[in-house]
């Protein structure tokens, strides 16, 4: 029966929203990088259990702040939302991503990183993983709507962190923050050893009811994108138990997603990386990124490295803050797509730095003084004037 209702739903769904295929969000998808998925799940295990409170939970702070700082994000872009549990403080990280047309209205896009018994390698490593690399792809991407990518704490205790964010910055901000919805990522690795096809879709049926319909059709979007930008097939479900739910009860629009096979080991020791299937994460995070860039209107005239030549990408480059202290930041178009290399040199042209595809350069080691740096993208050069003051 359920099966059968299910399908009618799709069915329905097909006809009453349609949505095209664009080829600028498969190409952003296609960016998605299994390799890093891989890396950062494999991070997230090694800082242990990330009880909230913890020295491990705010190990795993750190270790998210650092991620996004190196994908380009500025300090001024990164805030974080602190509470105090048991005596201990603990964190949410919010990334905000400014959008073109609606800049007061926010897509937020979240999980929580916080676990309990074990390393929450699936749970929840893997909806971090995902954050974490349409972070990275929509860096440089315009949008139309303002994401937020927020990293909540304190969610196995009882969806305290995303309840302290909605009381202390939603409600809290004059005019009230405007959602125009949250897509909660929480659960999405699979079972290794089992066929991972298929992604459950979640849908804000609880009360206040009048947010509901809403919610039902960004998950029948959320449901097309799955289908159009990655290869698993959808179930569609109800949401509960997890990040969405004070917003739902704020009366925002809430849509999420959740493992289909679904795992016995969160919340246990056993939820590690061997338990999981990796290659499940990966196709989530294409049908998650195809979903983030529709909800937020993504460019759809994307460049590609066919359109935007080295000489246009080095024209666009922008290094600050300058003068610079410690780091500098790199921004420039289409720096996801291809290689370049970064080197620092002093007046009389001796070599100091020497990077390559790094967008957040650490520079703590030169002193005070005017420098030289030189961006490579293939046989094209260009080298600005940097300031270096302690
Ligand atoms: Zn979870």
């Given at each position: 029966?359920?099966?059968?209702?299910?399908?009618?739903?799709?069915?329905?769904?097909?006809?009453?929203?349609?949505?095209?295929?664009?080829?600028?969000?498969?190409?952003?998808?296609?960016?998605?990088?299994?390799?890093?998925?891989?890396?950062?799940?494999?991070?997230?295990?090694?800082?242990?259990?990330?009880?909230?409170?913890?020295?491990?939970?705010n190990?795993?702070?750190?270790?998210?702040?650092?991620?996004?700082?190196?994908?380009?994000?500025?300090?001024?872009?990164?805030?974080?939302?602190?509470?105090l549990?048991?005596?201990?403080t603990?964190?949410?990280?919010?990334?905000?991503?400014?959008?073109?047309?609606?800049?007061?209205?926010?897509?937020?896009?979240?999980?929580h990183?916080?676990?309990?018994?074990?390393?929450?390698?699936?749970?929840?490593?893997?909806?971090?993983?995902?954050?974490?690399?349409?972070?990275?792809?929509?860096?440089?991407?315009?949008?139309?709507?303002?994401?937020?990518?927020?990293?909540?704490?304190?969610?196995?205790?009882?969806?305290?962190?995303?309840?302290n964010?909605?009381?202390?910055?939603?409600?809290?901000?004059?005019?009230?923050?405007?959602?125009?919805?949250?897509?909660?990522?929480?659960?999405?690795?699979?079972?290794?050893?089992?066929?991972?096809?298929?992604?459950?879709?979640?849908?804000?049926?609880?009360?206040?009811?009048?947010?509901?319909?809403?919610?039902?059709?960004?998950?029948?979007?959320?449901?097309?994108?799955?289908?159009?930008?990655?290869?698993?097939?959808?179930?569609?479900?109800?949401?509960?138990a997890?990040?969405?739910?004070?917003?739902q009860?704020?009366?925002?629009?809430?849509?999420?997603?959740?493992?289909?096979?679904?795992?016995?080991?969160?919340?246990?020791?056993?939820?590690?990386?061997?338990?999981?299937?990796?290659?499940?994460?990966?196709?989530?995070?294409?049908?998650?990124?195809?979903?983030?860039?529709?909800?937020?209107?993504?460019?759809?005239?994307?460049?590609?490295?066919?359109?935007?030549?080295?000489?246009?990408?080095?024209?666009?480059?922008?290094?600050?803050?300058?003068?610079?202290?410690?780091?500098?930041?790199?921004?420039?178009?289409?720096?996801?797509?291809?290689?370049?290399?970064?080197?620092?040199?002093?007046?009389?042209?001796?070599?100091?730095?020497?990077?390559?595809?790094?967008?957040?350069?650490?520079?703590?080691?030169?002193?005070?003084?005017?420098?030289?740096?030189?961006?490579?993208v293939?046989?094209?050069?260009?080298?600005?004037?940097?300031?270096?003051?302690?």
């Open positions: 029966m359920k099966k059968i209702f299910f399908s009618l739903t799709t069915v329905f769904s097909i006809s009453a929203f349609s949505q095209n295929f664009t080829q600028a969000y498969q190409n952003r998808v296609n960016e998605i990088s299994q390799t890093n998925i891989n890396t950062t799940l494999t991070e997230f295990a090694n800082l242990g259990v990330k009880k909230t409170g913890s020295v491990s939970n190990n795993a702070f750190a270790w998210l702040k650092t991620k996004y700082l190196s994908f380009g994000y500025t300090e001024g872009e990164i805030s974080e939302n602190a509470f549990y048991q005596g201990n603990t964190k949410n990280l919010i990334i905000t991503k400014t959008g073109t047309t609606y800049p007061n209205t926010f897509v937020i896009v979240c999980g990183y916080d676990t309990i018994t074990g390393p929450g390698v699936n749970d929840n490593g893997s909806g971090v993983s995902l954050i974490l690399e349409m972070a990275r792809i929509l860096k440089e991407v315009p949008t139309e709507y303002s994401i937020k990518f927020i990293n909540f704490t304190g969610e196995e205790q009882g969806l305290l962190g995303s309840q964010y909605v009381n202390t910055v939603v409600n809290s901000t004059s005019p009230k923050m405007d959602i125009k919805l949250v897509f909660n990522i929480d659960q999405v690795g699979g079972v290794a050893g089992q066929v991972n096809n298929t992604i459950t879709c979640e849908r804000d049926t609880s009360n206040p009811s009048s947010n509901n319909a809403a919610s039902n059709t960004i998950t029948q979007q959320l449901m097309n994108c799955v289908t159009l930008y990655s290869p698993l097939q959808t179930n569609l479900s109800y949401a509960y997890s990040d969405y739910m004070p917003f009860s704020n009366n925002e629009v809430i849509t999420g997603i959740y493992e289909y096979n679904e795992s016995t080991k969160p919340h246990t020791t056993g939820d590690t990386y061997v338990n999981m299937d990796p290659v499940f994460v990966y196709n989530v995070g294409k049908a998650a990124l195809g979903a983030v860039q529709y909800f937020a209107t993504a460019d759809t005239n994307a460049l590609s490295t066919v359109d935007c030549p080295p000489e246009k990408m080095l024209e666009s480059l922008k290094i600050y803050p300058n003068p610079a202290n410690d780091f500098i930041q790199i921004e420039m178009i289409n720096s996801n797509l291809i290689d370049f290399s970064f080197t620092i040199v002093d007046l009389n042209g001796r070599t100091l730095l020497q990077t390559k595809n790094e967008k957040r350069i650490n520079i703590s080691k030169l002193s005070s003084g005017l420098y030289l740096g030189t961006m490579t293939e046989d094209q050069k260009v080298t600005k004037k940097i300031m270096i003051k302690k």
